[in-house]
């Protein structure tokens, strides 16, 4: 999800901080166009949604969140970069109205907040040192090699992990993307699981320390080989503002512009296509 990974980045706005007491409760859409400021949140990664070295909001989330933005009147947007894992729990305590970040959309998170349809589609990948020394190809081998995986706080890859049975002492948790490259080159695990598309983000500004794992085979969990849709994700009590998000995406996605948009962060053709094979509510069932 970048130029360069950056720490200070992670906390590059502040967060609305509920007093004490106080209820959160999140703005409905009729108030947000009153206010004409939309609160947005990123978790700082590439290509899904982070703030470039100017300050600038970028990825296939922002990107066409700043169009749906326009669309429904909205003039500015108020962003904010916060680690994945706190995502929705900032979205519960009304810190932003919208989380611009392609989160995987999942049953045991719709449980806890609502969805956008479907964004984008994406695959999954291994970060592993130069030379791939221990010839680590999936993740399925993780659950009898003793080898160490990396994930991110948060992310779905630990489901998939756990779904595979590999043993809870060989998984080890990470804030951010950020500290992946340090974590693989220096042995503290020997692969990162995260998508493809973060992957090889991290490869190339590795500067040589790690690469993508060649001849990756795509995890398979009950039978069927993983693939995440990721979409914006609100606060239960904002499906107006979803609906209305909704109304546009679907408007969007049937232009060349929303292609350009996601082409242009690395996405393939398969993945915009698969962005229609499954609904939220699809998702959100298993």
Same mark, same amino acid.
């Given at each position: 999800?970048?130029?360069? #990974?950056?720490?200070?980045?992670?906390?590059?706005?502040?967060?609305f901080?509920?007093?004490p007491?106080?209820?959160?409760?999140?703005?409905?859409?009729?108030?947000?166009?009153?206010?004409?400021?939309l609160?947005?949140?990123v978790a700082?990664? %590439?290509?899904?949604?982070y703030?470039?070295?100017?300050?600038? !909001?970028?990825?296939?989330?922002?990107?066409?969140?700043?169009?749906?933005?326009?669309?429904?009147?909205? *003039?500015? %947007?108020?962003w904010?970069t916060?680690?994945?894992?706190?995502?929705?729990?900032?979205?519960?305590?009304?810190? @932003?109205?919208?989380?611009?970040?392609?989160?995987?959309?999942?049953?045991?998170?719709?449980?806890?907040?609502?969805?956008?349809?479907?964004?984008?589609? @994406?695959?999954?990948?291994?970060?592993? !040192?130069? $030379?791939?020394?221990?010839?680590?190809?999936?993740f399925?081998? #993780?659950a009898?090699?003793?080898? *160490?995986?990396?994930i991110?706080?948060?992310?779905?890859?630990?489901?998939?992990?756990? !779904?595979?049975?590999?043993? &809870?002492?060989?998984?080890?948790?990470i804030?951010?993307?950020?500290?992946?490259?340090?974590?693989?080159?220096?042995?503290?695990?020997?692969?990162?699981?995260?998508?493809?598309?973060t992957?090889?983000e991290?490869?190339? *500004?590795?500067?040589?320390?790690?690469e993508?794992? /060649?001849d990756?085979?795509?995890?398979?969990?009950? +039978?069927?080989?993983?693939?995440?849709? $990721?979409? #914006?994700?609100?606060?239960?009590?904002s &499906?107006?503002?979803?609906?209305?998000?909704?109304?546009?995406?679907?408007?969007?996605?049937?232009?060349?512009?929303?292609?350009?948009?996601? /082409?242009?962060y690395?996405f393939?053709?398969?993945?915009?296509?698969?962005s #229609?094979?499954?609904?939220?509510?699809?998702?959100?069932? +298993?």
């Amino acid at each position: 999800m970048k130029t360069t #990974f950056k720490p200070w980045l992670l906390a590059a706005a502040a967060a609305f901080t509920l007093g004490p007491g106080a209820a959160a409760q999140a703005a409905d859409l009729a108030a947000i166009q009153k206010s004409g400021t939309l609160r947005v949140a990123v978790a700082n990664e %590439i290509p899904y949604g982070y703030m470039d070295l100017n300050g600038e !909001a970028k990825g296939a989330g922002p990107d066409v969140i700043k169009h749906i933005a326009k669309a429904l009147g909205i *003039k500015d %947007i108020a962003w904010t970069t916060t680690n994945f894992g706190s995502l929705i729990p900032g979205l519960q305590a009304d810190r @932003y109205d919208v989380v611009a970040a392609e989160m995987a959309i999942l049953p045991q998170r719709c449980e806890q907040i609502i969805y956008s349809e479907p964004n984008s589609s @994406y695959g999954e990948g291994l970060l592993v !040192a130069k $030379g791939n020394p221990k010839d680590i190809h999936d993740f399925e081998s #993780f659950a009898t090699s003793g080898n *160490k995986v990396a994930i991110m706080a948060g992310a779905d890859q630990l489901e998939m992990l756990q !779904a595979l049975k590999v043993p &809870a002492d060989q998984i080890v948790t990470i804030s951010n993307n950020a500290d992946a490259i340090s974590t693989v080159s220096t042995g503290r695990a020997d692969a990162y699981a995260a998508t493809s598309l973060t992957v090889s983000e991290l490869a190339a *500004k590795s500067q040589g320390k790690t690469e993508a794992a /060649h001849d990756f085979k795509d995890p398979v969990v009950d +039978g069927k080989v993983v693939r995440s849709w $990721g979409g #914006f994700a609100f606060s239960k009590d904002s &499906a107006d503002l979803r609906d209305a998000v909704n109304k546009e995406l679907a408007k969007f996605k049937k232009t060349q512009a929303w292609k350009d948009i996601l /082409h242009g962060y690395g996405f393939s053709e398969e993945d915009t296509t698969q962005s #229609f094979a499954r609904s939220t509510a699809q998702l959100c069932a +298993g």
